[in-house]
């Protein structure tokens, strides 16, 4: 079990401090390996043995993480708790499908799980809100393209090579139950099979699109893998549409927030890979 008392000590995550752990209980009690697995302003999420502890700044994203689970046909995490801003939710089984910038271990199979639980999650009746994934993108990536350039931060042919691509996401979709962060690593599987989805708060009606564009983003060679698993017709094009618009708009947030997107595989080179 897990003291919920608090003091204010500091756990550290890419440079960042978290002013947030347990603190020691009275009694003795077996160590628990405390996992910082992402701190930046805004948000950080602690994994504490079998538990993740999430503290968001903004208590509406856990309204919406609460709810969306709740309304999802996929596999999502137990609420174990809630008194915020912290939320508490048990640990999946399994591992992550794979992570940004790191070589994907997992099998063809697992991939094309992931892809039929996105289709199942698309299929589901909608949720009564819209997602703020996808409010303002074409008016805000305009102006995040000038931003990049203007500050010496990406080449202005790279910005303006991505931008073009990224028109083909920028077309009337009919709305789904979006995840609207379906990265993959907020998939988890045992054994080829999806155990779980993790982090809706982007949740929302949305574009589908854009999910399959997230969770494929920086695995191009795992799309056909997925697309199988999804099982309908996509457009390939807007899916490389959505990883130029994704990437174009997150790059300035994640030097901001601490991350690093000239890292190998991350954002940078996923429009270096555009042509």
């Known amino acids: 079990m897990i003291n919920s008392a608090v003091v204010p000590l500091v756990a550290r995550a890419g440079g960042r401090a978290i002013p ?6 009275s009694v003795m009690m077996a160590r628990v390996q ?27 994203n856990a309204d919406v993480e609460v709810e969306a689970m709740a309304l999802a046909p996929v596999p999502t995490p137990e609420v174990l708790w809630r008194k915020p ?10 591992t992550e499908l794979a992570r940004l910038g790191e070589r994907s271990t997992a099998s063809p199979a697992a991939w094309a799980a992931a892809g039929a639980a996105a289709r199942m999650l698309h299929d589901a009746p909608l949720p009564p809100w819209r997602s703020r994934k996808l409010e303002d993108v074409a008016a805000d990536l305009d102006g ?13 042919d790279l910005v303006t090579r991505n931008r073009r691509i990224a028109e083909a996401a920028l077309r009337p979709w009919t709305p789904v139950f979006m995840h ?9 599987l045992d054994d080829d099979k999806v155990t779980g989805v993790l982090d809706w708060s ?26 199988a698993g999804y099982g309908a017709d996509v457009d390939l094009e807007v899916i490389r549409g959505w990883w130029s618009l994704r990437s174009l708009r997150a790059i300035r947030w994640l030097i901001e927030h601490g991350f690093d997107p000239f890292a190998p595989g991350a954002e940078v080179d996923v429009l270096r890979a555009r042509t």
């Open 34 to 60: 405390v996992e910082v697995v992402v701190a930046h302003s805004e948000r950080a999420t602690l994994r504490v043995g079998d538990v993740f502890l999430k503290v968001d700044s903004d208590p509406a």
């Open 144 to 156: 995040e393209c000038e931003r990049l350039v203007a500050a010496g931060i990406l080449p202005a």
């Open 202 to 227: 982007e949740a929302g009606q949305g574009d589908a699109l854009f999910d399959l564009a997230v969770l494929t983003l920086g695995h191009e060679e795992h799309l056909g893998d997925v697309v």
């Open 20 to 25: 947030w752990l347990p603190r020691r209980p």
């Open 180 to 188: 609207g962060d379906l990265q993959a690593a907020h998939v988890f």
């Open 85 to 94: 801003p912290v939320l508490a939710l048990a640990a999946l089984r399994g």
